[in-house]
């Protein structure tokens, strides 16, 4: 089977993991932080980050670097720049038109892109999973080449036998010696009254004394159904998606189910996506500011142990009402009320 980045989203099971992280990913907010000391703050953001380029929303624009991330390995962005030098809008390139060819004094790199040549600081560069000599990250659709076309192989296959296979397949147990043209002509009517989708379930009349000896398969028998579910799970492997995302009565075997693979999706599939972006964006920022990808939106637990936890914080110290509040997405207390921490009651002899 043929396997490129267009052919491989034909298959459902990679379409579904690509979609799932890249939407996943691209409905985070994004803050901007400044680094003081040991402690972070938030900052007002440019204004590319909520309107990238006059294309794309800001949704649209983490959801294409994040399917280029995931098809090609690599996720390259143009970086406009105005007058003084900042950063007034951001445009992601198609990966498979970009060439990375080191400096002539090997110190940095350039990128052609058509028959124009960026320098390093025009261009953002995200990685994913890469060698150690190579400029650039390994396609995940490349290093899964033969699972993805095992499963479109699969997929044709099924689609070849649901098509153009005979919904009433067997053999016709004749009594008698027919001549070869009567065998031909009850050959074609059967062909033509049974085969294919649209036939699917007709009634058959043998006349002459002839029976039907039904020889077919299901398609569970055929191991389709396996052999696709097979499929899915290694994909999902790939992507390190979890399999009940896949297939929904794949049961939970570690944990406490669904929920805590959800936190395993969020800490072990999306986040060393998100810092790879966060690192190789802080880069057009200015000193000291970072961007920062906010997953405490599908962290969040229910709102009761959620409120425990904050009570839990305060009362302990560690943390003050107007922390809570901004975790909240709520404005602090006026004049300050909020900033004092409980300090934690005293133990007892």
């Known amino acids: 089977m043929n396997v490129s980045q267009d052919t491989a989203l034909n298959l459902s099971a990679v379409y579904t993991c690509v979609s799932l992280i890249a939407d ?16 972070r703050e ?13 294309f794309d929303t800001a949704f649209d624009f983490w959801h294409k670097v994040m399917t280029s991330l ?6 390259f962005i143009r970086v406009f720049r105005g007058g003084n030098s900042r950063v007034i809008a951001v445009l992601p390139l198609d990966p498979r038109t970009v060439r990375i060819e ?20 025009e261009v953002v560069h995200v990685k994913g999973f890469a060698a150690a000599n190579s ?3 390994l396609s995940p659709l490349e290093n899964a080449r033969q699972t993805i076309g095992a499963g479109l192989a699969t997929e ?17 147990e004749h009594p008698g010696s027919p001549k070869p043209g009567e065998v031909a002509v009850l ?22 004394g002839a029976s039907w000896k039904q020889i077919s398969v299901t398609p569970e028998q055929a191991q389709f159904l396996e052999t696709q579910r097979f499929n899915r799970l290694a994909i999902a492997g790939v992507f390190r998606v979890p399999a009940y995302m896949l297939d929904p009565t794949t049961a939970s075997s570690w944990g406490s189910g669904v929920e805590e693979q959800h936190n395993w999706f969020v800490t072990q599939t999306l986040m060393p996506w998100l810092i790879r972006i ?12 970072s961007v920062r990808f906010n997953v405490n939106a599908r962290l969040r637990v229910k709102t009761v142990e959620r409120y425990q936890a904050y009570r839990t914080g305060i009362e302990a110290g560690f943390l003050s009402v107007d922390e809570v509040r901004a975790l909240e997405d709520r404005k602090p207390l006026p004049d300050g009320e909020g900033q004092a921490f409980l300090t934690p009651p005293a133990k007892g002899p």
């Not at 044709?156 to 016709?172: H, L, M, N």
Request: glycine fraction near 12%; charged fraction near 15%.
């Open 70 to 75: 995931l098809t090609d390995g690599n996720a």
């Open 24 to 39: 996943a990913v691209a409905a985070l907010p994004v803050d901007v932080v400044r680094t003081v000391g040991k402690m």
């Open 278 to 289: 966060e690192q190789a964006f802080s880069r057009v920022l200015p000193a000291g500011q």
């Open 187 to 208: 050959a074609r009517m059967l062909k033509r009254s049974h085969q294919g989708v649209k036939n699917s379930h007709a009634i058959g009349v043998l006349t002459g």
């Open 102 to 121: 080191l400096t002539d004094d090997g110190s940095g790199v350039v990128y052609t892109v058509g028959d124009s040549t960026l320098p390093s600081r």
């Open 135 to 137: 400029l650039r990250g």
């Open 156 to 172: 044709e296959y099924a689609a070849r036998f649901f098509s153009q296979g005979a919904t009433v397949s067997g053999i016709v």
């Open 42 to 54: 938030p900052v007002q953001g440019p204004a590319w980050l909520s309107q990238p380029n006059p």
